[in-house]
């Protein structure tokens, strides 16, 4: 069992940055993928960013490419989000997932097991 506990959202203006966290619990954390998805109002969740186990792969949704980078520090059971040039669009609850099949990379939400409670991010024009 993994917890997953979001933190970093906030307000900021269009072009500004911010810094997702997200802790886990639980001694098997080094060993899952970990994804980032969004929900915005009246929207779908969706995919973001993931990062496989040791760090060494990332995958980005296209409209983030460039502009987000996902980050993690296993000896501190934690994964980043690293948000810069930020737009409108981009306002969501922001989630972060694990997904604890050996070798599992996927955009897919539904590949994720466990999942943190979510923090705001708002952007304003």
């Known amino acids: 069992q993994v917890q997953l506990v979001e933190s970093g959202g906030g307000l900021v203006q269009a072009g500004g940055s911010l810094r997702l966290s997200c802790a886990a619990s639980g001694r098997t954390f080094s060993r899952y993928t970990i994804g980032w998805f969004r929900q915005a109002p009246g929207k779908e969740r969706e995919f973001v960013a993931a990062i496989s186990s040791s760090g060494t792969d990332t995958y980005y949704t296209s409209s983030v490419k460039g502009r987000f980078t996902i980050s993690r520090d296993n000896a501190k059971d934690t994964v980043y989000l690293q948000m810069n040039s930020l737009k409108p669009e981009d306002t969501a609850v922001y989630y972060c997932?694990?997904?604890?099949?050996?070798?599992?990379?996927?955009?897919?939400?539904?590949?994720?097991?466990?999942w943190g409670q979510g923090t705001q991010v708002t952007v304003s024009s």
């Open positions: 997932a694990a997904d604890r099949r050996v070798g599992g990379f996927s955009p897919n939400l539904r590949e994720y097991d466990y």
